[in-house]
């Protein structure tokens, strides 16, 4: 096989991309990878703490990011000493923030667009100017003033 030919991927042709946000593991191995008891990460699902995806038979899935919430959890819980109530807060407030923080790019990004259409309109307001019009320039008044008087029909 050529190696610049690309093999089609299995499942109809599709790529199937895994990221942090994939549910890809079982409440027994997102137990263990956190180092946490099965029954706490029900727990934390039961109080909305940490909510994993769910299957058709509404099987837990946890993502690698759930995984990490799960440590921070743990971590600001026994080593912080804050409660569950205080955490649920924490986490709120952290996604609000993240929301709020795309919020603004997406909002700098549109600033941006319309900052250079602007400019662009401008540049073209200013290439339609007529040329053959002279600029106008302030001449410095001279000390000697002329009145200008019509000649009279009778002189």
């Known amino acids: 096989m050529d190696p610049r030919q690309r093999r089609q991927p299995p499942f109809g042709g599709r790529a199937y991309e895994l990221t942090d946000e994939t549910p890809v593991y079982v409440i027994s191995v997102a137990a263990q990878l956190s180092?946490?008891?099965?029954?706490?990460l029900r727990q934390?699902?039961?109080?909305?703490?940490?909510s994993?995806?769910?299957?058709?038979g509404r099987g837990r899935r946890y993502s690698a990011r759930d995984i990490e919430l799960l440590r921070t959890v743990q971590e600001l819980s026994q080593t912080e000493g804050i409660n569950l109530a205080g955490i649920?807060?924490?986490i709120e407030l952290e996604n609000q923030v993240a929301a709020l923080q795309a919020r603004v790019g997406?909002?700098?990004?549109?600033?941006?667009g319309?900052?250079?259409a602007m400019q662009q309109r401008e540049a073209q307001v200013h290439a339609s100017y007529?040329?053959?019009?002279?600029?106008?320039?302030d001449v410095q008044q001279a000390s000697a003033l002329v009145v200008w008087r019509p000649k009279r029909a009778s002189e």
């Open 88 to 90: 649920k807060r924490i």
């Open 44 to 50: 934390y699902d039961r109080l909305g703490l940490v």
């Open 52 to 56: 994993p995806d769910r299957t058709a």
């Open 106 to 112: 997406e909002l700098s990004s549109a600033v941006e």
């Open 35 to 40: 180092g946490l008891h099965p029954q706490t």
């Open 130 to 137: 007529r040329r053959d019009l002279v600029p106008y320039q």
């Open 114 to 116: 319309a900052a250079v």
